[in-house]
């Protein structure tokens, strides 16, 4: 599933991306972002940025500061809607399809009729992004409904600790229990302590026991998601604010730090969903999904027809079915891509042992790596499935 390697050759210099700043916001509806770039590269990876939000063609340029410039002042909104699977392998000219099917990587052109995907660009060169147009509203987005999934029936004869992890998190009202509004799903309807009850979930179309997982031996879990999305839709609470949130029980996750990286971040009429793993195929990763309501809405509307017909190969999976049948997190960048949801780079939200460039070097193939969590930063650190370790975890990370 990895694309690319994570090392920088000598023909190459890494561009660092910026978070967001107050710079993003002013009046008019126009969006002027200030970056610094490497003087070796002609071009700055925009994470904070939709894949498709306005960085057209020529449109990034060097400025006497030695800065990249974007600005919209259309005044109304474009929408482009693009297909993950029409985007460009690192191999292939992506001078038509203008996008890159691995997340981190960008449609670079160096000054002929060429691009290619890559993450740098080449020493020496002056590159521009090749993208798709799409305006936004330069407005804050600060507030957030979070919901996590506790399943009893995991299938899996390993002991899962996602109850009590939950029930100590309400407690303590930490994690999704601080966040703006919340609500937690299941197979059933178990207290979490204090008046909170889980909402059950109905096996209504019998796909939640279809097939397990051969590692884990958990049941694949986009059959009980499908579910949930649909409930939250039905109450419709999340519509109330700016961003969905899901988080897995085992994530330790800081609200506020996730707040404060993504308030600024532009969001057109189509939605926004952060990607928060790079250099794979599909960077959407589980632990910590970020919805805007707008990107969540189009998800709820499409759930069946993604089921049916767009994501119609699920209980099969990509690449061929050569890792089985595809997850929730898979299966919602999917649907939102194909429904013309524009994801952002935001790989600094989580630090995550399942996504392989967030391992150090020596870790690369440790799949069991967890972090240090006094030394890290993101709004999100996974996985800590023991409630010890867990707010072990949450106590040594630094507040800010």
Known sequence: MLVGHN???????????????????????????????????????FAGVPRSGHVADEAVNRDLAGQAVIETNQPNWQIVKKERDLCSAVTDDCMSTRCCKASGYHC?????????????????????????????????????FCFAVYTKNTGSTKVSHEKELLTRQYAKKVSLFACDAY???????????????????????????????????????????????KAIGRAGTYAN????????????????????????????????????????????????????????MILVSNIDTCKKQTVSDWKVGVHHGKYGPMGEDLFAELCLRKNGVSEVEAFDIS????????????????????????????????????PDEYFACMDAAPSA
């Open 7 to 45: 090392d920088t050759s000598e023909e190459e210099e890494q561009v660092v991306a910026p978070t967001a700043t107050k710079q993003w916001i002013q009046r008019g509806g126009i969006v002027t972002l200030g970056l610094a770039i490497l003087a070796v590269a002609g071009v700055a990876l």
């Open 183 to 229: 609500a937690v799903y299941s197979d059933v309807e178990v207290s979490l302590g204090d008046g909170l009850v889980t909402q059950k979930l109905d096996d209504v179309e019998g796909d939640f026991k279809f097939a397990k997982r051969k590692l884990t031996g958990s049941w694949v879990n986009t059959g009980m998601f499908t579910q949930a999305w």
């Open 351 to 386: 630090t995550d042992g399942a996504c392989e460039a967030k391992r150090p070097g020596n870790e690369k193939k440790n799949k069991k790596w967890k972090a240090d969590c006094s030394q890290v930063l993101t709004a999100a650190i996974h996985p800590f499935k023991k």
């Open 241 to 296: 604010y700016d961003w969905t949130v899901k988080v897995d029980a085992d994530a330790v996750f800081f609200p506020e730090k996730l707040r404060s990286r993504i308030h600024l971040l532009p969001v057109p009429l189509t939605g926004i969903f952060l990607q928060n793993c790079q250099a794979v195929d599909f960077g959407f990763f589980g632990n910590l999904e970020v919805f805007s309501k707008e990107a969540f």
């Open 108 to 144: 670079l052109k160096t000054g002929d009729n060429k691009a290619k995907c890559s993450k740098y660009c080449p020493k020496g060169k002056t590159c521009t992004v090749v993208s798709d147009q799409i305006t936004f509203n330069a407005v804050e987005h600060k507030s957030m």
